[in-house]
């Protein structure tokens, strides 16, 4: 076993992240003193530590041994001044910036010259909090996740004026309890919390715009997605109800107020309403869903239409003419093969960031029989757990339902949207990729950590550069150029990261 970089380690705060972070440590052999203000608070986090040990033992997972020698390294601390011999100390207090000031301004009269100090913030700047500090270069963040002993990520924070020796000392360290360190520069969210800007924020405006209901954005992210298989473990509001809205909106407004109203991160009135309206989600009993008992209250979907006459089907060109005319044969329909569409033909078009009246239009296609399905995806039979469908306003009822029924003919669910930009999934994805390029832009962390960071601390299948790779940079570039145009809204303008590597045909992990 390495050693530590810091022999014995003080904890400020015994809350639900600090005493997660005292027992990562003693679990990871090092000497820790816990503080809190509350003494109440203070003796039940080293009682619920010991009680954490003693359960692991039971399941096997710890040895006796270890358990009781772990226990002892964890010491209650009476007072502040009892962390002066502490060369680490770490703080989790309450999320405020005059709170974090005066306690680090007290620990600099306390611990030695050499001590470092930390802060688990989420959202306050760690320069801020430093700057209170004879000695700022001595400062940095180390950011956990909730539950801190299972969310194996934790950012380090390079503030402004922090020593390098300092965040590598907190990496190594990091290295040593098994979690996986990232480094970020001190900006709005650091890694985490600002990649995971896309998902939800790009769903609620999806909503917004009425491109489809919340259950039926949620079913497309959590099925229609999939990098080999994997794909988002919850839809955007899904996760919003497991979160609650009172702390996911707070952070929307404020990593958007923070960048200065980039509109990348621009939150949503649907959001701001229904939190207003006290629906934050599982914990209130409803949010975008209804809670009872603790469970999720789905509405069924529609089944697919029945349809007597199907017609013939007519693909337009262009990239994914030839998955799409394969999968319409894969499912009985029956594929034109002319130069133009036939008089009773129904039209499809798979675009990219266009929505289907725009990708009529722009091909002089009949949008009365034009329906667009989203083929960023595999849509043959076997290769897909759901297809996503769009018609156009103009589209004629019995060729919007005889799409539906084709695409579900081997049972595989359908999703129509409303016409709108961008499906649901390529909006989002493009998103997603669009924050995640810029912050490695803008030196935020390196390539490789911003998709550890967002893998690991956002569960997503892969991380935003790597999702960007495995899209198709230019395909990302594509979605993002077409949307831009269609709405005019600069939240969709590419970036340089991302448009040099889609024209160079590059990875969007290799650095410059
Ligand atoms: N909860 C999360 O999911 C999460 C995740 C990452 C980071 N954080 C950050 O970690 C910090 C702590 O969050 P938490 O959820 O554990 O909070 P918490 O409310 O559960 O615990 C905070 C503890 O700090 C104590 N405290 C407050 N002021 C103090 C002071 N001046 N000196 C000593 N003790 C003091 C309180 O008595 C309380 O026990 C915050 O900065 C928060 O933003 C929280």
Not at 134 to 159: I, S, T, W, Y
Not at 424 to 429: E, S, Y
């Amino acid at each position: 076993m390495s050693t530590s970089p810091f022999q014995r380690i003080g904890v400020v705060g015994s809350g639900a992240m600090g005493r997660g972070i005292a027992q990562l440590f003693s679990q990871s052999g090092i000497a820790v003193r816990l503080y809190d203000s509350n003494p109440a608070a203070l003796d039940s986090a080293i009682a619920g530590v010991a009680d954490t040990f003693a359960k692991l033992v039971e399941k096997g997972r710890m040895g006796a041994d270890a358990a009781s020698a772990a226990r002892a390294r964890l010491e209650p601390a009476g007072a502040l001044a009892a962390l002066a011999d502490c060369d680490l100390v770490v703080e989790a207090i309450v999320e405020r910036l005059d709170a974090k000031r005066d306690l680090f301004g007290q620990l600099e009269a306390i611990v030695a010259d050499d001590a470092v100090l930390a802060t688990n913030t989420s959202s306050l700047s760690v320069t801020a909090i430093a700057a209170a500090c004879r000695r700022p270069q001595r400062v940095a963040g180390l950011h956990f996740f909730n539950p801190v002993p299972l969310m194996k990520v934790v950012e380090v924070v390079d503030g402004i004026r922090t020593d390098a020796a300092v965040v590598e000392r907190l990496v190594a360290l990091t290295r040593l309890t098994g979690h996986l360190p990232v480094v970020a520069q001190d900006t709005p969210g650091f890694i985490v919390n600002h990649a995971g800007r896309g998902f939800g924020t790009e769903a609620l405006k999806a909503l917004g715009e009425g491109a489809a209901d919340i259950p039926t954005i949620d079913r497309i992210l959590r099925e229609q997605v999939s990098f080999d298989g994997r794909g988002f473990r919850l839809g955007p509001f899904e996760l919003f109800d497991l979160t609650g809205l009172d702390v996911s909106q707070p952070v929307m407004e404020s990593i958007y107020r923070q960048f200065y109203d980039e509109p990348r991160f621009r939150p949503s009135v649907i959001a701001a309403q229904r939190l207003a309206a006290g629906l934050t989600g599982r914990k209130a009993g409803e949010g975008f869903y209804l809670h009872k008992d603790g469970r999720q209250q789905t509405p069924a979907e529609a089944p697919a239409p029945k349809v007597a006459v199907r017609p013939p089907v007519w693909v337009a060109p262009g990239p994914r003419a030839a998955a799409l005319r394969e999968a319409v044969a894969a499912l009985e329909g029956v594929v034109q093969d002319t130069g133009r569409p036939g008089e009773h033909a129904l039209v499809l078009v798979a675009p990219l960031g266009l929505d289907a009246t725009a990708a009529a239009a722009e091909a002089g296609l009949p949008a009365a029989r034009t329906v667009a399905v989203d083929a960023l995806f595999p849509i043959a039979p076997g290769r897909c757990r759901r297809r996503v469908l769009m018609p156009t306003p103009a589209t004629l009822p019995d060729y919007r339902d005889a799409a539906h029924a084709i695409f579900a003919n081997d049972g595989t669910p359908v999703s129509m949207l409303r016409d709108s930009p961008g499906f649901v999934a390529q909006r989002v994805l493009a998103m997603i990729v669009s924050i995640g390029t810029e912050i490695a832009q803008q030196r935020i962390a390196s390539p490789a950590d911003i998709d550890t960071a967002v893998r690991i601390g956002l569960g997503y299948p892969l991380g935003p550069l790597a999702m960007g790779d495995a899209l198709g940079a230019a395909t990302v570039l594509e979605i993002l150029a077409n949307l831009h145009r269609l709405t005019g809204d600069p939240r969709y303008r590419p970036g340089g990261w991302l448009r040099r590597r889609a024209q160079l045909g590059l990875s969007l992990l290799h650095e410059d």
